[in-house]
């Protein structure tokens, strides 16, 4: 079985703070994919970043970055300097290599104050 | 400009009644899905098409039902067998299974009010 937690339900933040959204993740597949998700208040979500299970390397773009860990299956999140622009929904997700059956947490709303 | 247009924004009805949701998509993607957003409990998947004339149930499809007869269209109806049907829909669209797992597209949502 296939599922996600993202233990913080909301996190309240000053801008220019670093803030880090966490997700860990069951799955008994060997290859799958993780995601991340960004829903701002319009309400529809908006792709960040995927990455495959094979693929461990920390990525950044920007003022995001991601820290996959397949040994604590983990694969967190972090907004450096935060901007009130930031403020959202965060989910994470996962699917199996072999079809689009993608599962989602609960999400993460962050709120960042001016 | 390519996206989803789900319609509409808000919709309210009154217990007992079907109510038909609108999702179209002009992005040439195979496969369409159907979310449900409820606070604090994220996302979960009611139904997805894979191609035309093909859709499974996802984890809560009970109450709901789905058609797929074009590529662009995928509507999907709340029936009054839905115990709980006031929730944000969510329309997604992707390329098809075998893509590697390309990422979804979301519409805007309709936000469904039963009284």
């Known amino acids: 079985a296939q599922k996600v937690t993202q233990a913080q339900t909301e996190i309240s933040v000053v801008e220019k703070e670093d803030v880090t959204l966490d997700c860990v993740y069951e799955?008994?597949?060997?290859?799958?994919?993780l995601f991340w998700y960004k829903q701002p208040p319009s309400g529809e979500l908006v792709f960040l970043i995927r990455?495959?299970?094979?693929?461990?390397q920390n990525e950044i773009s920007g003022r995001y970055s991601w820290n996959f860990q397949k040994s604590t299956s983990s694969f967190n999140f972090t907004i450096t300097a935060s901007q009130v622009v930031d403020s959202a929904v965060y989910f994470c997700?996962?699917?199996?290599?072999?079809?689009?059956?993608?599962?989602f947490g609960a999400g993460t709303r962050l709120t960042v104050k001016p | 400009d390519g996206g989803i247009t789900q319609s509409p924004k808000y919709l309210f009805r009154k217990e007992g009644q079907n109510v038909t949701l609108s999702c179209e998509q002009n992005?040439?993607?195979?496969?369409m899905y159907w979310y449900r957003q409820d606070p604090g409990q994220g996302l979960r998947l009611i139904y997805y098409?894979?191609?035309?004339?093909?859709?499974q149930k996802g984890d809560i499809a009970e109450g709901y039902s789905v058609s797929r007869e074009k590529k662009e269209s995928f509507p999907l109806t709340v029936t009054s067998a839905q115990k709980n049907p006031t929730a944000f829909y969510l329309c997604?669209?992707?390329?098809?299974?075998?893509?590697?797992?390309?990422?979804?597209?979301f519409g805007n949502g309709t936000r469904l009010t039963v009284t």
């Open positions: 997700a996962l699917s199996p290599y072999n079809n689009n059956d993608m599962r």
């Open positions: 992005l040439n993607h195979d496969a």
């Open positions: 997604a669209s992707s390329l098809r299974q075998g893509s590697y797992n390309s990422p979804l597209h």
């Open positions: 098409s894979q191609i035309v004339n093909d859709f």
């Open positions: 990455r495959n299970s094979f693929d461990e």
């Open positions: 799955t008994r597949d060997t290859t799958y994919y």
